[in-house]
């Protein structure tokens, strides 16, 4: 079985592999984690500034401009006054979506808007930032043209100037709808100082209005891959991993936004947040918190999982195991599927961790899972089960095959997914592996697990592989069919000595019981000759 020993310990290297950030860890959950993304952007992304009326509409006056009327006014305004009633009534006119963006920006105010950022009164620049804020939530197409006129670099200008709470807070919204656009807006932001701007206040603020508005932009910052230099960027994990004990759920998502970005395939990232203190924090995220906030803590600590073992061990040590064997029957699907990604991560780790999650009886609940749940939740299930028994010790093992394991890996031989049968295949390896030495430790003369195997319809669906156009199925598969054939060879040729052997004793029973009852007749001719 030496090759298969093999086989397990190449596919340990590659689960744990720093440098190829756990090739195999990771490409299972890629497509998943691209689809939450994707709908986030169409959640999250861009952001535009509703009005709130009741304080807003008293603030005008009664008799509403036209947009036309608003283009003429502000380019004839001069005093404060004026420019800022203008300013207000374009305001409403950008949230209310009563002209089109591009409608505004074909009407050539757009660079006299954004040269008022510069005007002294706070009023006025704020007024300016949330116009801008309002003109940038738009299309691609329409946030090109507000882009196009140096708007980035006079917000960064007035955001790091001010202090004013609202002109910082409106300029940085602007900002992050500008870096969700186009990720070479996103390094255009960067290069001009925008990571700077929000670090400082992500640092120094403490009004969660603008707190939530940095963490946001923070976010798309990190969002697209790939992300700016990390030498550059991972300052700010200490500060985000504070944040997780606020109490405002919106700062706390997008904290957890920002640390699954920097730690997605960066196992720099990783041992950094790790060594930040992150896993006590996001772990306390897992119960009694809004279900997307959960789901990000999971992205997060799946993130982590991929680590080395020391990562994963802080994970066991600040009580995640407990979290994920309540997530495991979590009523949401997204919840419980990404839970069994971690798991499977964990179990391929070392033996104790393996134990911790035995422990934990998680084993027995991801077993019912194969039926209760749809398939692309089995698949992970699958993988835990799989990682189990090839990382797991004989002991291991032999706990899991008792649980029932053998049913399900057998199960999925005929699975239309070549990784699913291959990871199937290595396990079945293992188990005989384990098996075998076994038998021999009690002095058996077969395989228990072989036999649990064959009754289960294993070899039958592994004879059908054999011409599998995978090759590595189709090598594995000849190499365990070998070693079945092997073993029921060797059964049945001990059952034919056996058989050999009581029929050879029976004879020879036979024999001594004849010369007996011959030495009883000769002993009685002997009494009677004295007798006589």
Same mark, same amino acid.
């Given at each position: ?90 305001? $409403?006119?950008?949230?209310? &979506?009563?002209?089109?963006?591009? #409608? ?5 105010? $757009? ?6 950022? !510069? ?27 507000? $882009? ?108 957890? !936004? ?25 772990? &306390? ?37 407990? !979290? ?13 599927? &990404? ?7 964990? $179990? ?23 039926? #209760? ?65 076994? !038998? ?93």
């Amino acid at each position: 079985m030496s090759n298969f020993n093999k086989i397990i310990s190449n596919r340990k290297s590659k689960f744990k592999q720093k440098v190829n950030i756990q090739e195999k860890k990771k490409k299972r959950f890629q497509i998943s984690v691209k689809l939450s993304q994707k709908k986030r952007e169409k959640e999250m992304m861009k952001r535009r500034n509703l009005l709130d009326k009741t304080n807003f509409e008293a603030q005008l006056p009664k008799e509403r401009k036209t947009f036309p009327q608003v283009v003429l006014s502000i380019q004839v305004s001069e005093n404060k006054e004026d420019i800022l009633e203008n300013l207000m009534q374009l305001r $409403v006119i950008t949230a209310e &979506q009563s002209e089109t963006i591009l #409608t505004i920006a074909d009407s050539g105010i $757009v660079p006299l808007i954004i040269s008022l950022l !510069s005007h002294p009164d706070p009023q006025i620049q704020f007024e300016v930032a949330w116009i801008i804020t309002n003109l940038t939530s738009g299309t691609f197409q329409e946030t090109q043209r507000i $882009v196009e006129l140096n708007v980035v670099d006079s917000l960064i200008d007035v955001a790091t100037k001010s202090d004013n709470s609202q002109v910082k807070e409106q300029c940085v919204w602007g900002l992050g709808n500008i870096m969700a656009t186009f990720i070479d807006y996103r390094d255009l932001v960067f290069k001009l100082g925008g990571f700077d701007l929000l670090y400082k206040l992500l640092e120094n603020e403490k009004d969660e209005k603008i707190l939530r508005n940095v963490t946001w932009a923070l976010s798309h910052l990190f969002h697209d891959k790939p992300i700016p230099n990390y030498e550059d960027i991972f300052v700010c994990i200490p500060r985000l991993i504070q944040l997780l004990e606020i109490k405002n759920h919106l700062i706390i998502l997008d904290a957890l !936004s920002c640390l699954a970005y920097l730690t997605n395939e960066n196992p720099q990232g990783v041992i950094d947040i790790v060594e930040a203190g992150a896993c006590l924090k996001i772990s &306390q995220l897992l119960i009694d918190h809004p279900i997307k906030i959960i789901i990000y803590a999971l992205k997060v600590i799946g993130n982590i999982s991929t680590g080395g073992a020391e990562e994963t061990q802080e994970l066991i040590n600040c009580g995640v195991i407990s !979290s994920l064997s309540s997530l495991i029957i979590h009523p949401k699907e997204k919840i419980r599927k &990404q839970t069994c990604w971690i798991i499977s991560n964990i $179990v391929a780790g070392t033996e104790n961790q393996i134990q911790a999650i035995i422990e934990a009886e998680i084993i027995q609940l991801i077993l019912g899972m194969f039926d #209760t749940e749809n398939y692309p939740i089995q698949k992970e299930a699958i993988w835990v089960i799989s990682n189990a028994l090839c990382f797991g010790n004989d002991e291991q093992v032999d706990t899991l095959v008792s649980f029932g394991s053998i049913k399900y890996i057998c199960r999925f031989l005929d699975c239309f997914e070549a990784q699913i049968i291959l990871i199937c295949l290595e396990s079945i390896a293992k188990i005989l592996d384990v098996g075998s030495r076994l !038998s021999n430790q009690l002095n058996l003369d077969f395989n228990a697990f072989l036999v649990q195997i064959d009754s289960n319809q294993g070899f039958e669906k592994i004879e059908k592989l054999l011409p599998h156009p995978n090759e590595k199925i189709q090598q594995l598969t000849k190499e365990i069919y070998q070693i079945y054939q092997e073993e029921n060879e060797k059964y049945y040729n001990e059952n034919e000595n056996n058989n050999n052997n009581n029929g050879n004793d029976n004879e020879n029973e036979n024999e001594n019981e004849n010369e007996n009852e011959n030495d009883i007749d000769n002993e009685n001719d002997i009494d009677i000759y004295k007798n006589i």
